[in-house]
Structures are given as structure tokens and as C-alpha cells.
């Protein structure tokens, strides 16, 4: 008997062993189907569930990195690359895409020596040595990249992007013969890919080649309609052989590509002014300073242009934010020499012409001693045409820095609070896993029992007239009872804040409160509307200005910005805090009035503790992120929209996309 019972458990053992092995391969296979099919976040979902089950799953934690990866989450796939390595040292794979995130965070030395490992591992895998070629590269050790771009041509010789990073590793030496080279065997080897076409074109117009340029460079525009650089390069072509119109055209379309290139306002600022449309020149300066606010020339030739136009006081401006930019700028001296004596001030204007002088005579002793000391050269002509310090054909060497990330109010999800939603809104189920259980708001829900309102981050979408008609129903009810009851004045609040009537919300909450003055899910409401009503009148006080009668214009001034204050909100959420110290929810509100009034230790350490209590909150870790980037902390900023994104917050991995930063990331 006691034989047949072993033997029995041994079967249901082997059976639960065999069925948890066939879910982790499920879990795998799925989760690789979703990663090719470009389903990344569904693939994070699922290989999830794979490393729930088994947390020393080497290919899933790698697999998961690549969906990282894939959806820009860098910082968290480097994560996951590095899991995978301490479950297996051996894996060469892992190490070569640790190596990849780890180059595109700026980390050049930790990267080459994932890529080292790697070959030492597996020393026949030619693509690492294409990737180690491009780190390389990124960290201007040309000669580096070249060696090793040479032994991945030789083992695949007919791959084009070799070809032009070799190319452009020469050109960064000086070696214009070779980079023409490469770039022409790239061309040889597809005819329908237009960067050979487009770095071979670039080399053309270093070498003032301009009919071969153009050549190239339409070539290039008519394999790809929306080659950016190419339409720049071809537009600089134009300007060399005197067609300024054309150029201006080519750069229209660059600035339809990207509305924010810097760059190409100010080369078509020089263009306009080349033929005398100072008007159109003016507004492309006005774009570059919007764009590039630090840009020393597009301040100078701004001012000069504003001296066209007689408008003098801003030329005045212009030159003296470029003297302050570049304080060694002998020209800025000078010409705002002229606009001083032009407006009649004398004595600004000898000041000026005698320290422009002294930094000549400066500069002509110390000629070699700045970058910057051009500067100071009278005789340098800046009303030309800039280029592209790298050509910009291939994106793997592109090192975009973005201007910082702007963080806004609506970048945040919003509080939870209780609201009217529509069936739509209200039918979504939460996954198990994520779903947060808190005993306060479901004692709260089973005292209430109304079925109307949903708590959630969600929008009203539901129409004023049904939201008018439930609080009239409720209002009925009211008066038929004899007793108040706080659930009806609770229910009241609600229609009416879903209504934006925040006024009586507040009062009716009030009532509830009066009533039940220990009730925490009710100071939380109040709290959020108290909030969304200072938000409100935010928004349409902004745009007004309040004047003090007979005061000076500077006292005038400072009554023109309305202060407004969160006292009453945070006082509420305060007293939620209190009721239910172990409510997420109520830190997770807390710390959004927090940052709304400036307290964004505050509102860390209170989206902190929501993270404690529910460590699956992934608006949490969103909006903690972006409190983080705002305090300029990008790295740890990342990592939780990164996780947030793991946990399914849809807006994590699109903002992650905007974010372009990586070389702040230590």
C-alpha cells in the first residue's frame, strides 16, 4: 500500500514538475512571437509571468531586455541584460546587448568590455566586432573603430552600413581619399540605398565638387523623399552656386521634416539677408535664440539685421547677449559701438570701441589660445552658411542632445478620486497582479453601495444631462428622508464635482464630513477637489492682469501674478493620511498636491511610501519619474518610467521615447 501511495505521489510530482516546465516554455515562446511581431509591451506582460515563475530565467530576463530595449527603456534594459549575465556568465548574447545599452548610455568603457567578453566567449561572432566598430567611433577612437569595421568587412563584405561607418571613421581623421572610398563601394554595392549616395555627395561638396554633389545628393532625395540631411547638404550646394531661392526651398522642407532645426533657420536667416528680406531673416534669427538660446552668432547677426531694419534698441539687446555669451567678442564691442552712437550714448559707445580694441590687440598677440578667438577678428566674415559639424546619414552616430525634458502638470497622472464614469471606462478589468486591495475603500464601497460612481484617475466622458439627473434623483431622495445621511451628501459631492461645480461639491462633501468626521475616504475627496478647483482658477487667472491703482509700474508689475495655494487641499490630504496611514492611495494624492505647491521632496517621499505599501502601483512609479526629472535626477527619473512601463502604464514607453538625455545618465 505504502509502495503504490509513493509511487502515486511521485506521478502527481513529476506531472506538476513537467506542467510548470511546459508554462515556462509558453510563457517563452509567446513572449519571443510577441517581440518579433513588434508587441513589445504585451512581450514584457508576458515573460513577466515567465520570471514570476522562475526568477533565474536567463532567456527571460534577456528576452525581456530586448523588449526593453525596443520600446527605449535603456536604463531597464541594461537591467535586465545584467540579470541574465549573473544567471549565466556564459551567455555571450546578453553581454553584447548589455554592451549596446550600455554605449548609448554614454558608458564607453563598460561597454567595450561587455564587448571584449563577448569575443573572448565567442570570438567568431562578427557583429560584435561591427557594434565594438560603432563604440568606438562614439568615443573618438577612429582608429579603434576603423580596425574593427576592417575585420567584419572581410568576414561580410557586402554590408553597406559597413562601408559607411568606415567611411565616416576616416573621414573623422582627416582622410577624405579613403572616406570617398568606402563611401563609393557602399553605393557600388546597392544602388537603392541612399546614404552611400548621401556621403558620397558630402564629400563632393567638402571638396567644392558641386556639380557631382548635386548629383548625389538628388539621388539620394529621390530614393528617400524625406532625407533630411540630404535636402540640408543639397541646399548648401544651391547657396554655393548662387540659386538662393532653391537653397531657401531645400531648407523649407528640411524645417517641414523638423520644425525645430536650429541649424537650418539660421542658414536660411545668412540666405535671406544675402538677397534683403530682412523681415523673413529676422524671424528665422528669433527661431534659432528660441531653439538655441546660447547661440553667440545668432544673437550677432540678429543685431545686425535689426540695424537694417532701425530698430536699434533691439540690436542694442542683441549684441549685448552675445557680449555676454562670449565676453571676448571684439565684434560684438564694435557693432554695438555703432547702435550706441546711433542712439546717442557717447559714452557706452567709446567704452565699447575701446574694449573692442583691446581684445584685438589681445587676440593678435594670442591668436592660437581660444577656440573662440575668431571672435575677436575683425576681419572674420560670420554671414555665412554652417554646416553639420558630422554628416548625419547614419543613425547609429547620431548623438542627439535634445534640449532638456520638459516637464509639465499634464505629463502627471491624475489623483484617484470617485467619480461618475461611463460603463466603457468602468468595464476595463485589472490584471490580479496590479490590482490594489485596501481595506478602508472596501469597507467605504459596501457603506455607500452606490453604483454610480467608479474611483479611478479617469475622465468624466459621461454627458452633463445624465450627471444633472442622478444628482436630482439624489436630491429627491434626500428630501423624502426625515434623517441626513453623509452617504447622500457624499453622492451628491460626486455628481457635482463630475460636473465641475466644484463650489457645491466642496459644500456638500462638507456636510458628508460634518457628519462623519473620521472618515478618511471623504477628506480624500474633498482633498482633490479643493485641488482640481485651485487648478481651475490657475488656468483662467493666469491670462489676467490685476492693476493697483496709483502704484509705480514696478509695484504694478508684481500684482500682475496671482499666487495660488494648495493649504486647504494639503490639509485634507493630510487628514487622509492620518485615518488611513496604510492607504496608498492617499499618499499617492498627497504627493500630487505636494508637487503642485512646490514640495517635491514631499511628493518623492510620498509616492515613496505608496510604492512601500503597493509595490505594483505603476502610476506611482510614473509620476515619481517625472518629479525626478524635473529635479533634473534623469537617471532614477528613467528607471522608474521604465518600471512603470513594466507594469503597464500605457503613456511610460512613449515618454520614454521623448526623452533623449542618456548622456546624463551616470
Do not use: C
Not at 567638402?206 to 540640408?232: C, G, H, W
Not at 550706441?340 to 589660445?369: F, H, V
Not at 493666469?542 to 493649504?567: C, F, H
Amino acid at each position: 500500500m505504502k509502495r503504490w501511495l509513493m509511487a502515486v505521489l511521485l506521478a502527481l510530482a513529476a506531472a506538476s514538475v513537467l506542467q510548470a516546465q511546459f508554462n515556462k516554455r509558453y510563457f517563452y515562446y509567446i513572449g519571443n512571437g510577441l517581440i518579433n511581431d513588434g508587441k513589445y509591451a504585451e512581450a514584457i506582460e508576458m515573460l513577466n509571468g515567465l520570471l514570476a515563475a522562475d526568477t533565474l530565467s536567463a532567456d527571460g530576463f534577456f528576452l525581456r531586455g530586448i523588449a526593453k530595449y525596443n520600446l527605449n527603456d535603456i536604463v531597464g534594459a541594461e537591467s535586465d541584460f545584467s540579470h541574465a549575465i549573473r544567471v549565466n556568465p556564459t551567455f555571450t548574447q546578453a553581454y553584447h546587448y548589455r554592451a549596446i545599452t550600455r554605449s548609448f548610455m554614454g558608458d564607453y568603457e563598460a561597454s567595450v568590455a561587455d564587448f571584449d567578453k563577448a569575443l573572448d566567449i565567442r570570438p567568431d561572432l562578427e557583429g560584435i566586432y561591427y557594434s565594438r566598430g560603432v563604440t568606438h567611433f562614439l568615443n573618438m577612437q577612429f582608429d579603434k573603430a576603423i580596425a574593427d569595421f576592417d575585420y567584419f568587412i572581410r568576414r561580410s563584405p557586402y554590408v553597406v552600413d559597413a562601408y559607411i561607418n568606415r567611411g565616416t571613421s576616416y573621414l573623422m581623421l582627416k582622410d577624405t581619399t579613403r572616406a570617398f572610398e568606402d563611401y563609393n563601394k557602399a553605393v557600388e554595392i546597392n544602388h537603392y540605398d541612399p546614404s552611400g549616395f548621401l556621403r558620397r555627395g558630402g564629400v563632393y561638396l567638402m571638396r567644392e565638387q558641386y556639380d557631382k554633389a548635386f548629383d548625389d545628393l538628388t539621388e539620394a532625395i529621390r530614393l528617400d523623399s524625406v532625407n533630411l540631411p540630404a535636402y540640408f547638404n543639397r541646399a548648401l550646394v544651391y547657396s554655393a552656386t548662387d540659386r538662393p531661392l532653391e537653397a531657401i526651398k531645400d531648407l523649407n522642407k528640411v524645417l517641414e521634416l523638423d520644425s525645430t532645426s536650429s541649424i537650418s533657420y539660421f542658414n536660411r536667416a545668412v540666405i535671406y539677408s544675402q538677397i534683403g528680406d530682412y523681415n523673413h531673416a529676422l524671424a528665422d534669427y528669433r527661431k534659432v535664440s528660441e531653439y538655441s538660446p546660447n547661440n553667440v552668432l545668432a544673437h550677432f547677426n540678429r543685431g545686425g539685421v535689426n540695424m537694417k531694419l532701425g530698430f536699434l534698441e533691439d540690436a542694442e539687446a542683441d549684441f549685448s547677449r552675445a557680449i555676454e555669451l562670449y565676453p571676448d567678442f571684439a565684434n560684438a564691442y564694435l557693432a554695438r559701438s555703432n547702435v550706441r552712437y546711433a542712439l546717442q550714448n557717447m559714452t557706452g559707445s567709446k567704452a565699447d570701441y575701446d574694449t573692442a580694441q583691446r581684445k584685438i590687440a589681445e587676440y593678435r598677440t594670442k591668436i592660437t589660445d581660444s577656440t573662440f578667438s575668431v571672435y575677436a577678428d575683425t576681419s572674420q566674415v560670420f554671414n555665412k552658411l554652417l554646416s553639420f559639424d558630422v554628416d548625419f546619414g547614419n543613425e547609429e552616430f547620431e548623438n542627439v542632445k535634445a534640449d532638456d525634458f520638459a516637464v509639465e502638470r499634464s505629463d502627471f497622472i491624475p489623483m484617484f478620486r470617485f467619480a461618475v464614469l461611463s460603463p466603457a471606462q468602468s468595464e476595463k478589468e485589472v490584471k490580479p497582479r496590479y490590482r490594489y486591495d485596501n481595506a478602508a475603500l472596501t469597507d467605504f464601497l459596501n457603506r455607500v453601495k452606490d453604483t454610480q460612481t467608479s474611483f479611478s484617475f479617469k475622465p468624466v466622458e459621461v454627458s452633463e444631462n445624465v450627471l444633472r439627473s442622478l444628482d436630482e434623483e439624489r436630491e429627491a431622495e434626500m428630501r423624502e428622508r426625515e434623517t441626513f445621511r453623509w452617504e447622500d451628501a457624499y453622492a451628491r459631492g460626486v455628481y457635482l464635482y463630475s460636473q465641475k461645480q466644484y463650489t457645491g461639491a466642496i459644500n456638500q462633501l462638507s456636510q458628508a464630513i460634518a457628519q462623519d468626521p473620521d472618515n478618511g475616504m471623504l477628506y480624500l475627496m474633498r482633498a482633490v477637489v479643493n485641488t482640481e478647483m485651485t487648478d481651475f482658477i490657475a488656468s483662467i487667472g493666469n491670462g489676467m492682469q490685476r492693476l493697483v491703482i496709483e502704484a509705480s509700474p514696478s509695484e504694478q508689475l508684481k500684482n500682475t501674478k496671482r499666487v495660488y495655494n494648495y493649504d486647504a487641499a494639503l490639509s485634507d490630504a493630510a487628514r487622509a493620511v492620518d485615518l488611513m496611514p496604510d492607504m496608498a492611495y492617499a499618499y499617492y494624492n498627497r504627493a500630487a498636491i505636494r508637487y503642485r505647491a512646490g514640495d517635491l521632496p514631499g511628493a518623492i517621499a510620498d509616492y515613496t511610501k505608496a510604492l512601500e505599501l503597493f509595490p505594483y502601483f505603476g502610476e506611482a512609479y510614473y509620476n515619481r519619474g517625472l518629479v525626478l526629472l524635473h529635479l533634473k535626477d534623469t537617471r532614477k527619473g528613467v528607471i522608474d518610467i521604465g518600471k512603470a512601463g513594466e507594469l503597464g502604464v500605457e503613456k511610460a514607453y512613449p515618454l520614454l521615447k521623448k526623452i533623449r538625455h542618456w548622456d546624463e545618465l551616470e
